[in-house]
C-alpha cells in the first residue's frame, strides 16, 4: 500500500475545529494507507519547520505529498512545501480550501501558478473552486467532496413552534458570528419566541467579541465553546433552525452536517454556497451580512412547515452522495 504524507494543521488537540487533515487522514489509514503527518506544533514558525523537515526525512519512501491549501497565511507553507516537492521529484497534490481561494489565485499569481500548475492534481471540496481555477487557466482540477460519515447523522424531522438557531464554526471574523447574534434580536424584538446555541472555538478574538456584543445587547446566547463532533451532534437535537453567517466559504463540512441531520439551513449566498444549496430545495441563501434576509427566510420556513420538511429531506438525500463510502472510491483511483 502507498506512503502517503500530509501536510496541515493538524491542530484539533490543541482545541481548535477538526479539519480535513484529521478526517481524511483517519479516512484514508482506514483504507490501508501509511500516513505521516505534520504538523501539530502549536507555534507557527516551529509548525512550518517542522512541515519542511518532514518532507525532507521521508522523500524516499513518499509516493504522494497532501497538502491543505488555504487563502491566507497558511498559503505561504503550501508554497513553500509545494516548491520542496518540486525540487526532491515529490508528487504533491494540495487540496483546496477556503471560499476566498480564487482571490488568492488573483493576488499571488506567480506563487500561486508555482503551486498548482506543477501539481500532481489539485483536488477542490466544490464545483465552485473547479470553476474559478478553470477561469485562471488551471485544467488538473478535480472534485472530491468533503466527506461524512452518513450513519452518524441521525435524521431528525424538526417542528418550528418556537426558533431554536443553531451556529456551529470557528469563531472567526470571516465567519460574521455577530450576524447570528443580530438575528436572534431582530427575532426577540419582532416577539419571535426564539433562542440561539453558537458553538464552536476561539480563532481570533472573535468569541470574546461576541459575548460582549451579546451582552450589550441584553441578550442571552449560549456560547458551549469547542465540542466534539458527537458532542454537538446530541446537542442539535434540541435545534430547529441552523445558520451560517459567513462572509466567505467553500464546501463547509458544518453546513453539509446540518443538511444530513434534517436541520433547515439558511445561509448566506457567498462562495461555493449556492453550489451545496439548490435555493429554496434543500436549503435557502440570502445576502450576506443582511439580518432582514435572515428574520424573513426564518419566518417563511416557520409559517410554511410541510415545505419545510420537504426542503431537509431533500438536503439530506443530497449529501447522501458525500458519505465516505461513497467519497473513497475517487481517493482510490486517485491515489492508485
Known amino acids: 500500500m502507498k506512503n502517503l504524507l500530509y501536510i496541515g494543521n493538524q491542530l484539533s488537540q490543541k482545541d481548535k ?46 509516493n504522494y505529498v497532501l497538502i491543505d491549501t488555504y487563502s491566507t497565511l497558511n498559503f505561504y507553507y503550501a508554497y513553500a512545501v509545494s516548491q520542496l516537492c518540486r525540487f526532491l521529484s515529490l508528487e504533491y497534490i494540495p487540496i483546496l480550501h477556503g471560499g476566498n481561494l480564487p482571490e488568492r489565485l488573483k493576488k499571488s499569481p506567480k506563487f500561486s501558478k508555482k503551486i498548482f500548475i506543477n501539481a500532481y492534481k489539485n483536488i477542490s471540496p466544490s464545483k465552485y473552486i473547479e470553476k474559478s481555477f478553470n477561469e485562471f487557466g488551471y485544467s488538473n482540477i478535480e472534485v472530491i467532496p468533503n466527506s461524512i460519515e452518513i450513519k452518524k447523522y441521525p435524521l431528525k424531522e424538526r417542528t418550528l413552534e418556537t426558533v431554536k438557531l443553531l451556529w456551529v464554526r470557528s469563531f472567526s471574523e470571516i465567519y460574521n458570528p455577530n450576524l447570528a447574534i443580530d438575528v436572534l434580536f431582530e427575532l426577540l424584538r419582532r416577539g419571535v419566541k426564539a433562542s440561539l446555541c453558537m458553538v464552536g472555538p476561539e480563532k481570533d478574538g472573535s468569541l470574546d467579541k461576541a459575548k460582549e456584543y451579546a451582552k450589550s445587547l441584553n441578550i442571552e446566547v449560549n456560547f458551549t465553546g469547542k465540542l466534539e463532533k458527537e458532542e454537538w451532534i446530541a446537542l442539535s437535537e434540541n435545534f430547529n433552525v441552523f445558520i451560517n453567517t459567513t462572509n466567505f466559504d467553500n464546501m463547509p463540512v458544518s453546513v453539509i452536517e446540518a443538511m444530513a441531520l434534517g436541520l433547515p439551513v439558511i445561509s448566506t449566498n457567498v462562495g461555493g454556497m449556492p453550489f451545496l444549496i439548490n435555493n429554496e430545495v434543500d436549503g435557502v441563501l440570502v445576502a450576506p451580512n443582511n439580518v432582514e434576509e435572515f428574520v424573513k427566510a426564518i419566518l417563511e420556513i416557520k409559517c410554511k412547515p410541510e415545505k419545510t420538511i420537504d426542503m431537509a429531506a431533500s438536503a439530506r438525500k443530497k449529501v447522501e452522495q458525500f458519505d465516505w463510502n461513497i467519497v473513497k472510491k475517487q481517493w482510490i483511483k486517485l491515489l492508485q
Open 17 to 62: 475545529t477538526e479539519t480535513t487533515i484529521d478526517t481524511l487522514g483517519k479516512n484514508l489509514i482506514g483504507l490501508g494507507y501509511n500516513l505521516v503527518f505534520a504538523s501539530n506544533y502549536k507555534s507557527i514558525f516551529f509548525r512550518f519547520i517542522h512541515m519542511l523537515l518532514v518532507v525532507l526525512k521521508n522523500r524516499k519512501t513518499t
